[in-house]
T-cell receptor, first 116, second 115 residues
């Protein structure tokens, strides 16, 4: 089974801090994604990556950056945390070859981040 | 921009009933459509994926259909059980060229199966 592991289930940080959320997958997937989930707004794509050192902005990239130094690891960085970044963050991965259209995205259990 | 709508937002039914969850999307240029299940405080579990060229997929008591031309999908759950209680999310993977390549999600249907 595919395993997507997010380093923390719960995290509490203070405004202005630099925050790192880590995600690791064990299936040699090319594609990795970061979403945030908020009540009434659903899941929204923040950033995604198709390969090592490659990144693309999603729908709501402002205030975030990402890093993909190794294929299995995709990090989300809050450069200067603010209270409106309090949310549930979900990481996902999928294959990126010619079978792209029939490969599901697999999700981690999420990190519930609170910014005080 | 792709938009995904799920109806109803919430549903409560007695155990044993068959039920249908609805999903609609505005742009028919999609790679695939996925149905997920989310338990409270947890991540998403993939239930079914329908490619754009397919009409339906089945897994156990679940059957998902896709009508790409009308922008609609349904998730049919047969003989519902209390363990089916969860939030069900529909998501589409749109073709590149229109922006991001991640999934576009609906806001979900919160399902409660009464014992």
């Amino acid at each position: 089974d595919v395993k997507v592991t997010q380093s923390s289930r719960y995290l509490v940080k203070r405004t202005g801090e630099k925050v790192f959320l880590e995600c690791v997958q064990d299936m040699d997937h090319e594609n990795m994604f970061w979403y945030r989930q908020d009540p009434g707004l659903g899941l929204r794509l923040i950033y995604f990556s198709y390969d090592v050192k490659m990144k693309e902005k999603g729908d709501i990239p402002e205030g975030y950056s990402v890093s993909r130094e190794k294929k299995e690891r995709f990090s989300l960085i809050l450069e200067s945390a603010s209270t409106n970044q309090t949310s549930m963050y979900l990481c996902a991965s999928s294959y990126g070859d010619s079978s792209y259209s029939n490969q599901p995205q697999h999700f981690g259990d999420g990190t519930r981040l609170s910014i005080l | 921009k792709q938009e995904v709508t799920q109806i109803p937002a919430a549903l409560s039914v007695p155990e044993g009933e068959n039920l249908v969850l609805n999903c609609s999307f505005t742009d028919s240029a999609i790679y695939n459509l996925q149905w997920f299940r989310q338990d409270p405080g947890k991540g998403l579990t993939s239930l079914l994926l329908i490619q754009s060229s397919q009409r339906e997929q089945t897994s156990g008591r679940l059957n998902a259909s896709l009508d790409k031309s009308s922008g609609r999908s349904t998730l049919y759950i047969a003989a519902s059980q209390p363990g089916d209680s969860a939030t069900y999310l529909c998501a589409v993977l749109s073709r590149p060229g229109g922006g991001a390549d991640g999934l576009t999600f609906g806001k979900g249907t919160h399902l409660i199966i009464q014992p």
